[in-house]
């Protein structure tokens, strides 16, 4: 059975009932699943709370030197410990780590013609025997996206680091948890959709407001050699349901794909 890569956003990482779900319902799936975080929400309070005011490009975090510090802090400490501990109690055999550990995320400083990114960084290659060795010993990685630089830590944004784990590894799917059962219209969930499809019903405003960036960031996947996206929340999580991506061709909803390596 091939490996998920499952993306959860850091809001919904402060809130104890989601956790205690969210790893109940990874127990019940016994599937290899890789969990990637971010923590955005927790990371900004912790700025303001020392007066630094967060600064965002294009709704990715610019990282400077004292951010990084406090970056490092929450997601590889705080919000990663926090995650792996309800996973455990829940019967998950959890590991966190962050893409430092192992130099499972190497990282290069995210190039922009205007702005100096400092930290923040995009994902460059992958080291995915780490991941499919922890597997294979029945762990469950949980993964911070704090990744290694030639001389430095890079923060990065952590959809960017799901769909380049999910890549590396040759995921069957990536998903994406939200707090509805994926993409609505007129009150009707749709079940399945390609990119043509995706964009169209972007274009006539059906797939609106938050619901944009998370689909935006399933075509990417896909775009990356993802096979599938799902964008679900809970119980669909738990139920195989939600709306499903594929590519324009793609029209089958299996999970077999060949094993990984690097990206």
Do not use: W
């Amino acid at each position: 059975m091939q490996p998920v890569v499952l993306k959860v956003g850091g809001h919904d990482l402060r809130d104890e009932v989601f956790l205690r779900d969210l790893a109940l319902v990874v127990c019940e799936l016994h599937l290899p699943l890789v969990l990637v975080h971010g923590g955005g929400v927790e990371i900004a309070e912790l700025q303001r709370q020392l007066g630094i005011e967060p600064r965002y490009l294009q709704g990715v975090r610019v990282t400077d030197a004292e951010s990084l510090a406090l970056v490092e802090m929450v997601l590889c400490g705080l919000v990663n410990k926090r995650l792996v501990r309800f996973l455990v109690q829940a019967g998950v055999d959890a590991l966190g780590l962050s893409g430092v550990d192992r130099g499972l995320l190497r990282a290069r400083q995210m190039p922009h013609d205007e702005v100096d990114m400092a930290f923040t960084g995009e994902v460059k290659a992958v080291n995915a025997g780490v991941v499919h060795q922890m597997l294979s010993d029945g762990i469950t990685p949980v993964v911070a996206p704090l990744c290694l630089g030639p001389d430095c830590a890079y923060n990065v944004n952590a959809d960017h680091v799901a769909g380049a784990l999910a890549v590396a590894i040759e995921a069957s799917r990536i998903v994406f948890l939200t707090n509805v059962p994926g993409v609505l219209q007129d009150g009707r969930l749709l079940e399945e959709l390609d990119a043509g499809q995706t964009r169209q019903l972007v274009g006539h405003g059906i797939i609106h407001g938050g619901m944009i960036p998370k689909v935006e960031t399933a075509l990417q996947a896909l775009e990356t050699g993802v096979q599938q996206a799902l964008v679900t929340d809970l119980a669909g999580l738990r139920q195989n349901s939600g709306t499903l991506f594929h590519g324009e061709a793609e029209a089958t909803t299996t999970m077999e794909t060949g094993p990984g390596d690097r990206v």
